[in-house]
Nanobody, 115 residues
Framework: ALFVESGGGLVEPGGSLRLSCKAPEWEFNTYVMSWYRQAPGKEREWIARISSRGDTTDYAGSVKGRFTISRDNRKSTVSLQINNIKPEDTAVYYC?????????WGQGTQVAVSS
């Protein structure tokens, strides 16, 4: 797989998780990277992106203030810190290049929020 996501699991509301993604090394530091998620019965949606150098981030309104995206260009990894998690955050989470540069999807990592 091009992208290998990890770190998901079952968590109670209000808890935290840190998701990680190992991306292809080839030209990794030239791509804007994003996290996406797909909730049961819904289409995949974009939730966060980070610039190629890691100095600019942007978030969907539903996660802003609770999620933090980061990257390590030396290791070709992208991370997503999730705080104050909510039941509506239950989904499979994916990383990929941003926008028109999206390529083959990985398996994703499942996040389930339940008390």
């Amino acid at each position: 797989a091009l992208f290998v996501e990890s770190g998901g699991g079952l968590v109670e509301p209000g808890g935290s998780l840190r998701l990680s993604c190992k991306a292809p090394e080839w030209e990794f530091n030239t791509y804007v990277m994003s996290w996406y998620r797909q909730a049961p019965g819904k289409e995949r949606e974009w939730i966060a992106r980070i610039s190629s150098r890691g100095d600019t981030t942007d978030y969907a309104g539903s996660v802003k203030g609770r999620f933090t995206i980061s990257r390590d260009n030396r290791k070709s990894t992208v991370s997503l810190q999730i705080n104050n998690i909510k039941p509506e955050d239950t989904a499979v989470y994916y990383c990929n290049r941003n926008g028109d540069y999206v390529t083959t999807w990985g398996q994703g990592t499942q996040v389930a929020v339940s008390s």
